[in-house]
C-alpha cells in the first residue's frame, strides 16, 4: 500500500535550519510529483514546496522562496524540505503528499501524517 512517512521535525530557534525528510513505498516514486504543505493553529492547509518526478518544474511558496529548498531522490523513493532562516510563522505541521501536476497545478491524492514543526525561542 501507498505510504509517505515524514521525519526531521521539532523545536528550533528562530534563524535556525530544519531538514524534512519523507519516505515513500508502495507506489512508483519516479512517475509522480511530489509536495510539501504545512498547517499552522488555526490557519488553512497550504502548499509551501512542489516539484515534478524529474525535478523539471520546482515550485515554492512566496513566504518560503529564497528559504526552502525541495529537492528528491528518486534512486532513494525520497522527497527532503531543507528549511533556513527559520521563523516563527513556520510553526506548523508539515505533510509529505503524492501529487498529479498538470498546467503548473499540483493535485495531491495521497498524504502522509505529518511532522511537527516548532520555531521558538
Known amino acids: 500500500q501507498v505510504q509517505l512517512v515524514e521525519s526531521g521535525g521539532g523545536l528550533v530557534q528562530p534563524g535556525g535550519s530544519l531538514r524534512l525528510s519523507c519516505a515513500a513505498s508502495?507506489?512508483?516514486?519516479?512517475?509522480?510529483?511530489m509536495t510539501w504543505h504545512r498547517q499552522a493553529p488555526g490557519k488553512e492547509r497550504e502548499l509551501v514546496a512542489a516539484?515534478?518526478?524529474?525535478?523539471?518544474?520546482?515550485k515554492y511558496a512566496d513566504s518560503v522562496k529564497g528559504r526552502f529548498t525541495i529537492s528528491r531522490d528518486n534512486a532513494k523513493n525520497a522527497v527532503y524540505l531543507q528549511m533556513n532562516g527559520l521563523m516563527p510563522e513556520d510553526t506548523a505541521v508539515y505533510y509529505c503528499?503524492?501529487?498529479?501536476?498538470?498546467?503548473?497545478?499540483?493535485?495531491?491524492?495521497?498524504w502522509g501524517n505529518g511532522t511537527l514543526v516548532t520555531v521558538s525561542p
Open positions: 503528499t503524492r501529487a498529479t501536476y498538470y498546467n503548473g497545478h499540483y493535485s495531491p491524492d495521497f
Open positions: 516539484l515534478t518526478s524529474y525535478s523539471g518544474d520546482i
Open positions: 508502495g507506489f512508483a516514486f519516479n512517475y509522480y510529483s
